[in-house]
């Protein structure tokens, strides 16, 4: 989910339980996503990414689907496990872009509880 | 393999005092990135570089400068210290060969300007 401000949306998640992650992205343009992990001070890491003209993409533990009709993305993770405890970003290319700037979101903060 | 270094890791500044955040990236890679990242906030584009020799703005460019004069290195410039950027400080870089591809971040610098 998105956010302004301080606060972070939470997603608490039990231990071995399914997380979905959501993400309502900005621009009908874009043609590129990513979802980035970013652990406390640590950097974003490269979880996985979509182009625009798929609808899923699969990875491990993870899949990203995407809802151009509705320009949202989400990230399921499956299993959840105490070290997915992170915030996690989306970010997003517009297809006029020729540098691969990314737009981010102001991420979910997912809490991992045994 | 390091990837993308960032040195200092924590720096406090007085306001009016300047200083240089290092980045440098081992990967080879063409196409590098600086971000800012304030409490609960996605990350914004502060300058990226597609190549030794060219730099451009992104979406929050004042009070920065940045040179890029070799693949590897690209250092962030404050000259004024305002306590307005206070932030976590993050460089990224990706290949650039293609569109659809990540960046990978360093782990950030921590800055506090008092």
């Known amino acids: 989910g998105e956010s302004v401000g301080l606060h972070l949306p939470t997603l608490s998640v039990q231990e071995g339980d399914n997380s979905i992650i959501n993400c309502a992205y900005s621009?009908?343009?874009?043609?590129?996503f990513i979802w980035y992990k970013q652990e406390s001070g640590k950097g974003p890491q490269f979880i996985i990414d979509i182009r625009s003209n798929m609808d899923k993409r699969q990875g491990q533990r993870v899949t990203v689907l995407l809802n151009k009709t509705v320009k949202h993305l989400s990230l399921q993770i499956a299993a959840t496990q105490p070290g997915d405890s992170a915030v996690y970003f989306c970010?997003?290319?517009?297809?006029?872009?020729?540098?691969?700037?990314?737009?981010f979101g102001a991420g979910t903060q997912v809490v991992v509880t045994p | 393999n390091a990837g993308v270094t960032q040195t200092p890791k924590f720096r406090i500044l007085k306001i009016g005092q300047s200083m240089t955040l290092q980045c440098t990236q081992d990967?080879?890679?063409?196409?590098m990135y600086w971000y800012r990242q304030d409490p609960g906030m996605g990350l914004k584009l502060i300058y990226y570089?597609?190549?030794?020799?060219?730099?451009d703005k992104g979406e929050v460019p004042n009070g920065y400068n940045v040179s890029r004069s070799t693949t590897e290195d690209f250092p962030l410039r404050l000259e004024l210290a305002a306590p307005s950027q206070t932030s976590v400080y993050f460089c990224?870089?990706?290949?650039?060969?293609?569109?659809?591809?990540?960046?990978?971040f360093g782990d950030g610098t921590r800055l506090s300007i008092l």
């Open positions: 570089s597609v190549g030794a020799g060219i730099t």
């Open positions: 990224a870089s990706r290949k650039g060969q293609d569109w659809d591809q990540p960046q990978h």
């Open positions: 621009n009908s343009a874009s043609d590129y």
């Open positions: 990967m080879n890679h063409n196409y």
């Open positions: 970010a997003e290319k517009l297809r006029t872009d020729s540098w691969g700037k990314l737009q």
